[in-house]
T-cell receptor, first 109, second 115 residues
Framework: KQEVTQIPAALSVPEGENLVLNCSFT??????LQWFRQDPGKGLTSLLL???SQREQTSGRLNASLDKSSGRSTLYIAASQPGDSATYLC????????WGAGTKLIIKP | DVKVTQSSRYLVKRTGEKVFLECVQD?????MFWYRQDPGLGLRLIYF???????EKGDIPEGYSVSREKKERFSLILESASTNQTSMYLC??????????????FGPGTRLTVL
């Protein structure tokens, strides 16, 4: 059974730093992996989707990588800003979306 | 732009009431989903639908039912609301669940409180 883990559960860094969020999964037979952002009390916003045949995707200051063989994905955020503070979730598509528990990110001004 | 809308952002109901949560998507997606999200438990799939009038149970269907009479609309029904159904409810849609390039898009969520 597919399991998705996100470590750390929470992360606090000063503004301006580059940072990496981690996502690992147990079964490499996935269709894709998505990273989402969730602000408190709000819905989920899709940030990046990496297809199973791809290695990485970029959008602005965000870069997501995928290594299926090791069951890992990372979300790299460059030059972090207070507005990046949110919970970041990853999910793998394995017929259904299987979710990680999320990393709560706080960017300190 | 894909848009998924939910009928209410906040809802307060009493124990035993019948509750309807509505979700509408405007991208002609085949698949629609209802999740609930609780602190410490993450997102859990309640029901999903891959076509009109078709439905499949997710991980936690007990106490819920769904209806999909039109492609764009997927309703979640709490037949007799209970306090343990107080939660954030999220609707999502996607064109395909077996394609590597299809994203899931989410609505803004409905925060339901059952008193």
């Amino acid at each position: 059974k597919q399991e998705v883990t996100q470590i750390p559960a929470a992360l606090s860094v000063p503004e301006g730093e580059n940072l990496v969020l981690n996502c690992s999964f147990t079964d490499s037979a996935i269709y894709n992996l998505q990273w989402f952002r969730q602000d408190p009390g709000k819905g989920l916003t899709s940030l990046l989707l990496i297809q199973s045949s791809q290695r990485e995707q970029t959008s602005g200051r965000l870069n997501a990588s995928l290594d299926k063989s090791s069951g890992r994905s990372t979300l790299y955020i460059a030059a972090s800003q207070p507005g990046d503070s949110a919970t970041y979730l990853c999910a793998v598509l394995d017929y259904q979306l299987i979710w990680g528990a999320g990393t709560k990110l706080i960017i300190k001004p | 732009d894909v848009k998924v809308t939910q009928s209410s952002r906040y809802l307060v109901k009493r124990t035993g009431e019948k509750v309807f949560l509505e979700c509408v998507q405007d991208m002609d997606h085949e698949n629609m989903f209802w999740y609930r999200q609780d602190p410490g438990l993450g997102l859990r799939l309640i029901y999903f639908s891959y076509d009109v009038k078709m439905k499949e149970k997710g991980d936690i269907p007990e106490g819920y039912s769904v209806s999909r009479e039109k492609k764009e609309r997927f309703s979640l029904i709490l037949e007799s609301a209970s306090t343990n159904q107080t939660s954030m409810y999220l609707c999502a849609s996607t064109a395909s669940t077996t394609s590597s390039y299809n994203e899931q898009f989410f609505g803004p969520g409905t925060r339901l409180t059952v008193l």
